[in-house]
């Protein structure tokens, strides 16, 4: 169930029984094409992980990055983070997320 989460806090129940050996139990995140859908549909769920992803990938990268020349390691960035990025790009369009840097100390 989507929707805003004032009217989400008014639905009472929890899920829905289909017969006497099926229950759909509701949760608040569901993945669908690998794409991280909450039940406000605020993205902020796919926008974290899609961050920790490219994150890692940049820095698996980056223990390799002294075998490749510039231009292959402008190819293997482009073809790992940058498709990354663009997958499913629609989704967040007009979208407003705020997803806080973390701080370091």
Known sequence: ???????????????AFLSQDITIRFVSTVKNLGVLMDESLSMSNQVISLKK?????LRKITKI???????NLKTIVNSLVVSCLDYCNALFYGLVVLVKRPRSV
Not at 65 to 71: A, E, T
């Open 1 to 15: 169930v989507f929707g805003p989460q004032d009217v989400l806090n008014n639905i009472p129940i929890g899920g």
């Open 53 to 57: 992803s490219c994150f890692n990938t």
């Open 65 to 71: 990055r002294f075998l490749l020349s510039k231009d």
